[in-house]
C-alpha cells in the first residue's frame, strides 16, 4: 500500500512534466497554426507556397525524428536548447502544422456569402475575419481540434526519447527497478483521466458553441 | 454640389458596362439609369448577366469596361476603379439583398442588424439599437429580435435581411433574385416588405422573377437577355405591349 502511495506521488511528477509539455504545446500551436493556416490560404502565392512546404514537411516526417532532429541535430550546428525547449519547439512546429490543416479546412467550408454580406455592409477584411468568419470556424473546427488534443496528451510521452521523465518514462523506470506492472496500470489511468477531462471540456465548448444551431 | 447639376437626380448610372468570364461575354456594353425614388426592375432568363450586373454595381464582380457612378461620383470611370476610402465611401451609399440572405447564423436577429454600424461606422449600442428596432418593427419581426437565423422561416430571414441592409441607411438598395430560394407561400411578406421600402421612395434595383412585382410596384422594367438590354420601358406598356419578339416569348412563358 505504501509502494503503490510512493509509485502514484512519483508518477505524479512525472504527469507534471508531462501537463506542462501539453499545455504550452496547445497554448503556441493554436494561434500559430491560425496565423499559419491565414498564410496558406493568402492570395501571395510564396508565401502560401511556403507554408503549404511547411505543413508537408511536418505531416510527411515522423514527430519522433522531429524531436530527435531538434535535439541532437540542431545542437551540431550551434543551436543549443535545454531539453525542454527543444521538446516544445518540435511539438509546436508539429502541431501548429496539423492544427493549419483544420483551420484551413474550416475557413473554406464558410460560403462566400458570408464575405459578400460582409462586403457589402462596408467590413474590412480583418472586420470580417473576426467577427464573422473566425467565430463560425470556431464551432466547425471544434470537433477536429478536440481530437488532436487529445493525439497530443498522449504524444507527450515521445519525450521519452529525449530522457526527460515523464509519465510514461516514471513507470516504465519503476517497472524496470521493482519488477511490478501496476505503475504501466496507473499510467492509463492517468491518461485515460486527462482524456476524460478533454473530452467533457469539449463537449461544453461545443454546446456553447453551437447554440444557434437548431 | 450636386444640387446644381441638372442631372442631381439620377442615384446610378451605368454606361457602356463590359465583363467577361474567362472569355465569355456575359455584359456586352450595358446603360442604365436610375432616379431618386424610382424602382427599376431588371428582369430576363437565367444566363442573361442580370445578376452579374447587379452584382458589378458594387464591386462583388468587376467591370471590364465602362463606367458606373453613383449620386454623380465615379465608382468606376472606364473601367478603372475608385480606390481606398473614395470607393469605400461610394459603396456605404449601397445596401445589398441576396438570393440565400446571407444572415450571419452566430449571431442573433438584432445582433445581425447592430453588427455593421457599430463595426463599420463605429456606432455605440444604445446609438443604433432604435433604429434597429424601428427597422424591425417595419419589417414585422419585433417580436424576433433575440432568435438566430436558423430558428426563422425564409420569409423571416429574408426580411432581416432587408433591415440589416437598411441598417447602413443606404441610399439605394439592390435586391438579387430576393425571392428565388423561397416557398413559394413565402414570397408574398417579403415582396409586401419591398412595395412598403418602394412607397417610401426608396431607390430599388431589384432583379426578380415575379413578373406582377414587377408590373405592380417597378417604375421601370429592364428585360436582358445574352448579356444585352432587348427591351425597356415603363411596366403597362412593356408588359401589355412588348415590341421584340425575344420579349414576348419570355413573357407567354412567365405568365
Redesign the interface.
Known amino acids: 500500500m505504501e509502494n503503490l502511495l510512493h509509485t502514484v506521488v512519483l508518477m505524479l511528477e512525472g504527469t507534471q512534466v508531462t501537463l506542462e509539455i501539453f499545455f504550452i504545446t496547445l497554448l503556441l500551436a493554436l494561434p500559430i497554426g491560425l496565423l499559419a493556416s491565414l498564410a496558406r490560404l493568402s492570395r501571395f502565392r510564396p508565401l502560401s507556397l511556403l507554408m503549404e512546404f511547411y505543413i508537408w514537411l511536418m505531416r510527411g516526417t515522423p514527430l519522433m525524428l522531429q524531436l530527435l532532429f531538434v535535439y541532437f541535430a540542431l545542437p551540431m550546428i550551434g543551436v543549443m536548447l535545454p531539453d525542454i525547449a527543444a521538446a516544445l519547439l518540435a511539438f509546436t512546429l508539429n502541431y501548429a502544422a496539423y492544427f493549419a490543416e483544420i483551420f484551413r479546412a474550416g475557413i473554406q467550408s464558410i ?1 462566400k ?2 464575405y ?2 460582409a ?5 474590412t477584411y480583418p ?1 470580417t475575419m473576426r ?2 468568419i473566425l ?2 470556424v470556431i ?1 466547425i473546427v471544434l470537433p477536429p481540434v478536440s481530437n488532436e488534443t487529445i493525439n497530443l496528451v498522449k504524444d507527450t510521452s515521445l519525450i521519452y526519447i529525449l530522457a526527460m521523465n515523464d509519465l510514461l518514462r516514471v513507470a516504465r523506470t519503476i517497472v524496470q527497478r521493482e519488477f511490478d506492472m501496476t505503475p504501466f496500470v496507473v499510467a492509463a489511468v492517468f491518461y485515460l483521466a486527462m482524456t476524460f477531462i478533454l473530452t467533457w471540456l469539449f463537449k461544453k465548448l461545443e454546446a456553447h458553441y453551437g ?4 | 454640389m450636386g444640387n446644381t447639376r441638372p442631372d442631381s437626380n439620377v442615384m446610378l448610372r451605368m454606361t457602356d458596362i463590359r465583363k467577361s468570364f474567362s472569355g465569355n461575354e456575359v455584359l456586352k456594353g450595358i446603360d442604365i439609369e436610375v432616379r431618386k425614388g424610382e424602382l427599376l426592375a431588371i428582369i430576363g432568363p437565367s444566363g442573361s448577366g442580370k445578376s452579374t450586373l447587379l452584382r458589378c454595381v ?3 464582380e468587376t467591370i471590364d469596361d465602362g463606367s458606373i457612378s453613383i449620386e454623380g461620383e465615379f465608382l468606376a470611370d472606364k473601367g478603372v476603379y475608385a480606390t481606398g476610402d473614395k470607393a ?1 465611401r461610394i ?2 451609399c ?3 439583398v ?1 438570393q ?1 440572405f ?6 442573433t436577429v438584432m445582433e445581425n442588424l447592430l ?2 454600424p457599430m ?3 463605429g456606432m455605440k449600442r444604445k446609438e443604433i439599437q432604435p433604429l434597429a428596432e424601428e427597422l424591425l418593427a417595419k419589417v414585422g419581426l419585433s417580436d424576433r429580435a433575440d432568435y ?4 426563422l422561416s425564409g420569409g423571416q430571414q429574408q426580411r432581416v ?1 432587408i433591415a ?2 437598411l441598417a ?1 441607411k443606404p441610399d439605394i438598395m439592390l435586391f438579387d433574385e430576393p425571392t428565388s430560394a423561397l416557398d413559394p407561400e413565402l414570397t408574398g411578406e417579403v415582396l409586401k416588405t419591398m412595395r412598403e421600402l418602394a412607397e417610401e421612395h426608396m431607390t430599388m434595383v431589384v432583379v426578380t422573377h415575379e413578373m406582377a412585382f414587377a408590373r405592380e410596384a417597378a417604375s421601370k422594367v429592364i428585360f436582358m437577355a445574352d448579356g444585352n438590354i432587348v427591351e425597356q420601358g415603363k411596366p403597362e406598356e412593356f408588359f401589355e405591349h412588348p415590341r421584340e419578339e425575344r420579349t414576348k416569348a419570355f413573357l407567354r412563358n412567365m405568365l
Open positions: 460560403p456569402g458570408q459578400e454580406a462586403k457589402t455592409l462596408g467590413m472586420t467577427r464573422i467565430p463560425q464551432r447554440k444557434y444551431e437548431t | 458594387n464591386m462583388l469605400r459603396l456605404g449601397t445596401g445589398m441576396f440565400q446571407n444572415l450571419f447564423p452566430h449571431m453588427e455593421a463595426q463599420v461606422k438566430y437565423p436558423s430558428q435581411a440589416r441592409a447602413m
